[in-house]
């Protein structure tokens, strides 16, 4: 659910923290229109969630800044 110029570096997240997993969802979908109503976006975003899914840290739309990302996975896994 993020824009498609953070694609690359949203995948890159897995080597750069390794154990995180980084998946990319199709925000067009019937599940990915559903998962962004629920998270309150309004059109694609970031999300980091636990193994489980629950929602640790998320941030909407255009304000999605991949060092924000970086910076809150390093904080997280303590890197």
């Known amino acids: 659910m993020i824009c498609a110029k953070l694609k690359p570096a949203v995948?890159?997240?897995e080597k750069e923290f390794p154990g995180v997993r980084a998946k990319n969802e199709d925000a067009t979908t019937p599940e990915g229109k559903a998962a962004i109503?629920?998270?309150?976006?309004?059109?694609?975003?970031?999300?980091?969630?636990?193994a489980d899914g629950?929602?640790?840290?998320k941030q909407?739309?255009?304000t999605v800044k991949i060092e924000d990302v970086?910076?809150?996975l390093a904080r997280?896994?303590?890197r």
């Open 37 to 50: 109503q629920k998270l309150g976006f309004q059109s694609h975003g970031v999300v980091i969630r636990t």
């Open 54 to 57: 629950k929602v640790l840290w």
């Open 76 to 78: 997280r896994t303590r």
């Open 60 to 62: 909407p739309d255009h």
């Open 11 to 13: 995948s890159g997240l």
């Open 70 to 72: 970086r910076a809150e």
